[in-house]
């Protein structure tokens, strides 16, 4: 069985605060996908990393893909309270499942 | 809006009941898969249908099936209901189902299943 460990499982910082984010396995992935979800909503697709050691930016987010494709990390910089809300981290192996991390709550207080 | 549609938005039911929850894909999507969330359980994945035949299946109880019809829609169907199947329920779609960008999974509303 695949495991993704997201670290750390809350998060609790002030607006102007940059964070990261880690996604670790013992397993190497083909695709790793980052998702947000706000209470009561889907998850909502941010980014894709194929390639080991891709970065890939988003506005203020960005995204790593460890060079073995084991691990990941998402780091924001200069958070603001739209941040807020539950990122999940998914690996996706070469069949048809994504494993999905535990997630990372955040919230950014004004 | 990702294009994926689901319903009902909330279900109540009592245990014992047998609910049916209904998934629309996104336009061209020909994969199908369906995620349990609970709080103490994080998203877990249930099954997943490619072009009407299923492709995987995760942690999803006997007393649980799917299929997907011609049309793509795809539907949910949970039986003997008890206290512990309360969650939210989410249906998502992909292009296809091999791995890299292809298995970009876009995910519905979800549907807020109480059992009491």
């Known amino acids: 069985t695949q495991l993704l460990e997201q670290s750390p499982q809350f998060l609790s910082i002030q607006e102007g605060e940059n964070l990261t984010v880690y996604c670790n396995s013992s397993?190497?992935?083909?695709?790793l996908q980052w998702y947000r979800q706000e209470p009561g909503e889907g998850p909502v697709l941010l980014v894709t990393?194929?390639?080991?050691?891709e970065v890939k930016k988003l506005k203020r987010l960005t995204f790593q893909f460890g060079d073995a494709r084991k691990d990941s990390s998402l780091h924001i910089t200069a958070a603001q309270p739209g941040d807020t809300g539950l990122y999940l981290c998914?690996?996706?192996?070469?069949?048809?499942?994504?494993?999905f991390g535990g997630g990372t709550r955040l919230m950014v207080k004004p | 809006d990702s294009g994926v549609t689901q319903t009902p938005k909330h279900l109540i039911t009592a245990t014992g009941q047998r609910v049916t929850l209904r998934c629309s894909p996104r336009?061209?999507?020909?994969?199908v898969y369906w995620y349990q969330q609970s709080l103490d359980q994080g998203l877990q994945f249930l099954i997943q249908y490619y072009n009407g035949e299923e492709r995987a299946k995760g942690n999803i109880l006997e007393r649980f099936s799917a299929q997907q019809f011609p049309d793509l829609h795809s539907e949910l169907n949970l039986s003997s209901l008890e206290l512990g199947d309360s969650a939210l329920y989410f249906c998502?779609?992909?292009?296809?189902?091999?791995?890299?960008?292809?298995?970009?999974?876009?995910f519905g509303p979800g549907t807020r299943l109480t059992v009491l």
């Open positions: 336009s061209g999507d020909l994969s």
């Open positions: 990393v194929v390639t080991g050691g």
């Open positions: 397993s190497v992935f083909s695709s």
């Open positions: 998502a779609s992909s292009v296809a189902w091999a791995s890299g960008r292809s298995n970009e999974q876009f």
């Open positions: 998914a690996g996706n192996n070469a069949g048809n499942m994504l494993t």
